[in-house]
């Protein structure tokens, strides 16, 4: 079986885009168009944070999806419990509204990586708008944005269930209204990334 090797070329401008990494996003260097080749090619905004920290490493970008996310909650039961404060973001009893998720976009293990989606979905992160500065990898973005209901579905369930009380019924609607690759700059020191934004 012999493997096929497809030329990614940017949508908007047709330039070559060589990558030496895989990766789930394609940014082309000549017009600066990021897209996507899920279920065909889409191209997708995205933005990148600066640098603002002393250098304690190599510097590099982590990817982050960031979703611009309405839910409306039809029905919820929990015993000792509610909807109280749904990522620390809702008020009260909210049953809709928005959130805006932000989802490791690059390769963690499942513990860390719900971690740091409701952690900084609760918290978001503060950083100076910049742009990508050349020379500075990024690291590739393994969860592809076919991927991404199921995903802010997951959060949003568990940001239901892990509040007091047991949640026994739970019926919701949830859409994804917009989506952005975000970049922040981080200090690789061996295996670990400091936040450098």
């Known amino acids: 079986m012999a493997t096929q090797i497809v030329q990614i070329r940017c949508p908007k401008c047709n330039t070559p ?9 394609f940014l082309c260097d000549s017009c600066g168009t990021m897209h996507v ?12 944070g600066k640098f603002a920290k002393p250098p304690e490493g190599e510097r590099v970008y982590l990817p982050f999806w960031v979703l611009n ?8 039961q929990a015993e000792g ?12 009893q909210a049953r809709e509204g928005k959130i805006m998720m932000y989802v490791p976009a690059y390769g963690l293990e499942p513990l860390a990586f719900k971690d740091m989606a409701m952690r900084m979905t609760a918290s ?4 100076q708008a910049a742009k990508l ?8 973005a393994t969860l592809t944005s076919d991927q991404l209901q199921h995903i802010a579905e997951f959060l949003f369930v568990t940001g239901v269930a892990e509040k007091p ?10 859409a994804i209204k917009a989506k952005a ?11 670990n990334y400091k936040p450098g934004y």
């Open 37 to 48: 080749r899920d279920a065909g090619i889409e191209a997708i905004d995205y933005a990148a």
């Open 181 to 191: 690759l975000l970049y922040l700059p981080y200090y690789q020191i061996g295996e």
């Open 165 to 174: 009380g047991v949640l026994q019924r739970l019926s919701y609607h949830l």
């Open 124 to 127: 978001p992160p503060a950083y």
């Open 69 to 76: 996310v309405d839910f409306q909650i039809d029905d919820i």
């Open 81 to 92: 419990g509610g909807l109280s404060n749904l990522f620390g973001l809702a008020s009260g």
């Open 133 to 140: 500065e050349p020379g500075v990898r990024r690291v590739p």
């Open 17 to 25: 885009i060589f990558s030496k990494q895989v990766d789930s996003v």
